[in-house]
């Protein structure tokens, strides 16, 4: 019996490892090094980015040249180009700033200009515009009536206008009577050599019968441009005064396309009930409070100033309508929107009662150029600034303006600066 268990002991002791005849410690079982550590990745280079500026956006043909600065966040250097085709030249091929030098010779009809910088793998474009002579500088009268009715009583009053590369200028016009009576705004489109179009008329909409009442959708608007293309943009308000911020609305300010044909389209702003504010994004999301055109470049970039309609002097903010409707809001207004070719802006000062031009540098000093009414005695000519007048202005080229007396004569002028 115990010889029986011995055997049993000893054949469990060999199943298990233990029968180890020389009486030496099992090995020990392989132990894995362990893995070493991953070198530190190094952090990823940014991007760099590339930005362009211009202190204005138009010249004309053998006009002033256009200085272009290029910003590239790397430092690296930037090379420059111009498209193929393209009139004029490029006073350099590289460098962080270079000139755009206009065609000498006369242009027929206006062109753009694409010019391309490019370094460290970033580029960018800017779009300029260059338009023809455009005469003998000084005031020109700018009719949207027929000669033969021009004298006759009208309660229609130009309250807006705008002009396109080509010189064709847009009247936007509104029945001067209380705002329930006045009807919808009629549209006049005068070509440089003064013949004229109605584009939106009583119960017409470009050329042909308002059956789908288009003219209804421009009733409240606050503001229109025209881009290269001859398409009409249009800012419109509820009820004249947009929406304040935080108010519930069952509708929101919209920014409408109309092309040369006529066809109407919501190029940005959201349909439908809302709480008033200002919302970036793409085109059917972005909301506006109460926009106002401030201008459009030569790429078809809309610009806007938004913010409460009320009271009159409230804060406005900067944003921008890309051609595709989407929607952002900007730090300030591009410099050179509404310059003209030498970086200039106007503006009129009703105290003053003088035009005054803003140099780049932001210095102000009155325009002597523009006949003032108040300088003629006893008869001043049929085209001066008349001191009882308040003037919105529009650039129509490098060097000619689009002014609209909004007070007294409600007239139309054309102003060609010294060239």
Known sequence: MRLTSSLILCATLAACGGGNDSGAPAPAAPVSPAPSASPAQPAPTPTPTLTLSSPTLRTIAGGSAIPLSATLSSGGAVRWRLAEGAPGTLDA???????????????????????????????????LAVTPEPGAAGLYKVSWRPPETE?????????????????????????????????????????PDGTLATLIGANTWFGQPDTAGNAQRLYWTSGFTV?????????????????????????????????????VSVLAGYQGAQVGAMVDGPAGKAQFLYPRIAG???????????????????????????????????????????????????????????LMRIAPDGSASVET??????????????????????????????????????????????????H
Not at 235 to 248: D, E, M, N, R, Y
Not at 297 to 302: S, W
């Open 296 to 354: 459009i470049d030569i790429d078809g970039n809309l610009y806007l100033l938004d913010g409460d309609a009320f009271p009159l002097d409230a804060p406005v903010t900067p944003r921008k309508v890309t051609p595709d409707g989407v929607v952002t809001t900007l730090a300030a207004l591009p410099a050179g929107l509404k310059a003209d070719m030498k970086g200039n802006t106007y503006r009129y000062d009703s105290a003053a009662k003088k």
């Open 93 to 127: 091929d590289s460098g962080a700033t270079v000139r755009y030098v206009p065609p000498a010779g006369a242009l027929t009809a206006p062109a753009t200009v694409t010019v391309t910088a490019s370094g460290d793998g970033a580029s960018a474009t800017l779009t």
């Open 151 to 191: 004298n006759e009583p009208t309660l229609l009053r130009p309250v807006d206008l705008a002009a396109d590369l080509a010189g064709n200028a847009y009247v936007l016009l509104q029945n001067d009577a209380s705002p329930s009576r006045r009807g919808p705004p009629q549209l006049v489109k005068i070509a």
């Open 369 to 418: 150029s523009a006949p003032y009414c108040s300088s003629f005695v006893p008869e001043p000519p049929r085209a001066c600034i008349d001191d009882l007048g308040v003037y919105a202005i529009t650039p129509a080229g490098g060097t000619s303006f689009l002014m609209l007396e909004v007070t007294g004569l409600h007239a139309v002028r054309r102003l060609v600066l010294p």
């Open 227 to 263: 881009d290269r293309a001859g398409n009409l943009y249009f800012a419109t308000s509820v009820f004249g005064s947009g929406i304040a911020a935080g108010q519930q609305s069952s509708n929101g300010p919209l920014i409408l396309k109309i092309t040369p044909a006529g066809a």
